[in-house]
Nanobody, 121 residues
């Protein structure tokens, strides 16, 4: 199983970006999926999560600006980021929880490689 994140880039303050993450491999089911971010010199923090049933949850610092969604059939995760601020600058990582790999017959959590988001003031 692999997670591949994309969609990062350089944007001006107030702009928008849409991140995508695709999970590939012998995937039978995925529980929750999440976006995290890590800014230089800071700990990784959760940005948003979405359950297998599609219920979203957001960190307070992105509520009203970011929208998380997922495509269960395609094993895709998205993060629409609007009204971006310089403090949103970070590497963004996707995470898949309790992924059941039918090839391995086991369950585990997986991380994508990260995609850089830079917001200029």
């Amino acid at each position: 199983v692999q997670l591949q994140a994309s969609g990062g880039g350089l944007v001006q303050s107030g702009g928008s970006l849409r991140l995508s993450c695709v999970a590939s491999g012998a995937i039978y089911t995925i529980n929750a999926m999440r976006w995290y971010r890590q800014a230089p010199g800071k700990q990784r923090e959760m940005v948003a999560s979405v359950t297998s049933g599609g219920n979203p949850d957001y960190a307070d610092f992105v509520k009203g600006r970011f929208t998380i969604s997922r495509d269960i059939v395609r094993n895709m995760l998205y993060l629409q980021m609007n009204a971006l601020k310089p403090e949103d600058t970070a590497v963004y990582y996707c995470n898949a929880e309790n992924v059941y790999d039918y090839g391995m017959g086991s369950e585990a959590d997986y991380w994508g490689q990260g995609t850089q988001v830079t917001v200029s003031s």
